[in-house]
């Protein structure tokens, strides 16, 4: 039977996610590749990748995916990694650079524009490199290790993250592992043992001992505090798909909806097949 196909991401958030597959023996039953969020999607839409941690805005549009239980990058708090950079306040922004390597924060920065920050903006496409953002104009999207480094002081700067949950009360989320229905199908891993590989990646990559490493590896790579990496790692990002977060990322998925940043979502389907709503009922009851 064939190997799944991974499309991973080559950020610092997704880095314990992936500690079985570089540290550890995970990575035998599997191709793995790493490219940009906005990349995962497209190899998943083409059918290049078989799974992937995917943006949350584009399990609305690729069909036939299963996402993998109790995994996300997500935020309860300030993510730190989301930013809109701006020249102005927030209430002078006309026009806004989006990131082009995401998807998700690239929906969330229209949503909360149309549902809080005043409409009739203008969004372009652009490279994330913030100095020729912000030359053509008012504010620039930037997501992942370039926003880690972006020294606030300077703009106003704004959470996108902190923003959706000051306004909503739920956690926010960016991004879940998914896997294509018909390769789980043909995969010589069972359905059943998926997810279990995946979340011990995910808890052997948050051990204290592995965090000090990551934040080591990564600080020297960004340029960044080893302390700062850890407190991302460890406060920043969440990295379960719990019912709070099923039930921010269903209200996201809505108003995205809504507001006509993406096409009405399915139903979100697991691997384990335990449907969303009964996943955040139980938590109600």
């Known amino acids: 039977m064939a190997k799944l196909r991974i499309s991973a991401i080559s950020y610092l958030n997704t880095a314990p996610l992936m500690w ?6 995970a990575g035998s039953a599997f191709e793995i590749s790493y490219t940009l969020p906005s990349q995962c999607a497209a190899q998943l839409r083409e059918g290049t990748a078989d799974l992937g941690i995917i943006p949350a805005a584009a399990y609305a ?32 922004i006309q ?11 690239v929906a969330l920065t229209k949503v909360l524009f149309a549902k809080w920050w005043g409409e009739g903006k203008q969004f372009s496409p ?3 490199v913030l100095e020729q953002m912000l030359a053509g104009h008012d504010a620039g999207l930037l997501i992942g290790d370039p926003a880690l480094k972006v020294d606030r002081t300077q703009y106003f700067a704004y959470d996108l993250a902190e923003e959706w949950i000051s306004l909503t009360g739920k956690p926010f989320v960016f ?16 359905a059943s043992k998926l997810a279990a590989i995946f979340q011990k990646s995910r808890d052997h990559g948050l051990l204290p001992e592995n965090v000090r490493w990551l934040a080591r590896e990564w600080g020297f790579k960004l340029g960044l505090p080893e302390s700062s990496v850890s407190e991302y790692l460890t406060h920043n990002i969440h990295y379960r ?19 006509g940043a993406l096409p009405a979502a399915p139903p979100l389907y697991f691997t384990n097949t335990e449907p969303a709503d009964s996943l955040v009922a139980g938590r109600e009851r």
């Open 20 to 25: 079985d597959f570089e540290h550890g023996s």
């Open 61 to 92: 549009e690729i069909p036939g995916l299963l996402i993998l239980p109790d995994i996300a990058i997500a935020s309860r708090r300030e993510v730190r990694s989301i930013l809109l950079v701006s020249k102005v306040p927030l209430e002078k």
């Open 95 to 105: 026009t806004v650079a989006l990131d082009t390597s995401s998807l998700t924060s």
């Open 126 to 128: 652009a490279q994330p």
């Open 175 to 190: 991004a879940f592992w998914a896997v294509r229905r018909e390769a789980l199908e043909k995969s010589s891993v069972p």
């Open 241 to 259: 798909l719990d019912a709070p977060c099923l039930e921010g990322l269903q209200l996201f998925l809505r108003y995205a909806n809504e507001c």
